[in-house]
């Protein structure tokens, strides 16, 4: 790989999964002879299966009470996992470097208060008056946070405030196709020169009843019982199991990274997304003009990490193109272990190649026979993200030697 002081390098990563909270229990994995043993909450949001959020101290990385008290566990996790990568990169606490950094946050709609959404919902079963009463309760029942649900960009906020980063600030908003703009914004501003230092990521709490019944109303969810991500049956095209994740990553351009001594994780070789219509093999089609833009070969002994959504049609199909397409390289569906983690979605996946190339330690088959062990480590990876409904995208990493 030639070297260049343009190249866009990961070098801090923030990460908290079912798994656990850091890197350790996700390193742990690479390199392993078995799959690591899935965390699957049954019961809290019965009859959905989902992956929970860890046991987390929050004082570790959101230090006062009263910061903690005004978010709800979304924010928290934003927050945590972006103190961790600020931790990991060695810059936490540098004014200097974290005033001058920008940030982009993926974002969803934000937790709803669900106690006053069922209080609303029962007292205007016994009231004509409903437009009075929702007006009463918005003036006295909702924090000030609050719109009925918080905003989007509170996460980017809160960040500056704990953090002190206070560069420019973006959020982008929506499902799998937020983590992707995200994503590849932050890779284009730093490529270009625009960023010297960037903050990425975003989080996703599974456990929130408001998001599981948008998705039970479009059929998607996985009903009782958790299965491989391969292997989950196709009645109303069912298959996704939500994972609670937190994912930031730090980006810095190769010479801003090496002036400071910094640790390099991976080379960003090239982030791409896109949406559109699906049927006829436009997916196909489109997905394969993603992985040639974004660079990747596709050669024996690389890794292709799927953030398959686990729904039948969309996943069969990413599986089948993906294996005929690139038959060399070794395909892992992160999401079968970590739930798929919406906004989310994309930087996890980018944050286990990267620990993956890293390290030098493949990760085993995660999802049984229908993935292929590896011999040797990887040097090159690949990640995708597909939407539920919209949206593609699409990674290429490589190691840094």
């Known amino acids: 790989m030639t ?6 390098v990961l070098t801090g990563i923030g990460l908290v999964t079912s798994l656990g909270v850091g890197q350790a229990p996700h390193v742990a994995m690479l390199g392993a002879d078995n799959a690591p043993e899935v965390t699957v909450d049954r ?33 928290r996790l934003g927050v945590y996992t972006a103190g961790l990568a600020l931790d990991d990169a060695g ?19 934000g937790e709803r208060d669900i106690a006053v959404d069922t209080m609303i919902v029962n007292e205007g079963l016994k009231r004509s008056d409903r437009e009075v009463l929702l007006n009463e309760k918005l003036t006295t029942e909702l924090r000030p946070t609050l719109f009925l649900a ?8 809160n960040i500056s405030i704990v953090h002190k980063v206070t560069g420019s600030s973006r959020t982008f908003m929506g499902e799998e196709g937020a983590g992707i703009s995200a994503m590849a914004t ?51 095209d069912g298959g996704m199991v939500l994972g609670t994740a937190g994912t930031f990553l730090v980006l810095e351009s190769r010479a801003f990274a090496e002036a400071r ?21 436009k997916f196909e089609a489109r997905f394969e003009r993603l992985f040639s833009d974004a660079g990747f070969s596709g050669n024996a002994g690389d890794l292709i990490f799927s953030g398959a959504t686990g729904t039948s049609d969309i996943t069969s199909r990413e599986a089948a193109f993906l294996k005929k397409t690139y ?47 590896m011999d040797t480590p990887a040097k090159h990876a690949a990640v995708t993200t597909v939407g539920l409904q919209r949206g593609e995208g699409v990674a290429v990493l490589s190691a840094d030697e």
């Open 327 to 373: 038959p060399g390289a070794a395909l892992r569906g992160y999401t079968g272990v970590t739930g798929h983690a919406v906004e989310a979605n994309f930087p996890l996946g980018i944050a286990l190649a990267a620990l993956s190339l890293d390290k030098r330690k493949a990760p085993p088959p995660f999802n049984g026979p229908s993935e292929a062990p």
């Open 186 to 236: 932050a890779y284009a501003r730093v490529l270009a020169g625009q960023s010297t230092h960037m903050l990425v990521g975003g989080a996703f709490v599974a456990e929130r009843r408001d998001i599981l019944l948008m998705f039970e109303a479009i059929h998607a969810l996985t009903r009782d019982e958790w299965k491989p991500l391969w292997d989950r049956p196709a009645e109303d």
């Open 3 to 8: 070297k260049s002081a343009n190249d866009v």
């Open 150 to 157: 918080q905003l989007a960009n509170l996460v980017a906020g």
């Open 43 to 75: 019961e809290t949001c019965a009859p959905y299966p989902v992956h929970p959020l860890p046991e987390i101290d929050w004082k570790d990385q959101i230090p006062r009470r009263g910061d903690q008290r005004q978010m709800e566990n979304w924010q």
């Open 261 to 281: 001594g910094a640790h390099i994780y991976a080379v960003l070789d090239g982030v791409e997304g896109d949406r559109g219509k699906r049927d006829a093999g």
């Open 91 to 109: 810059v936490k606490g540098d004014e200097a470097y974290c005033s001058t950094m920008d940030m982009i946050v993926a974002a969803g709609g």
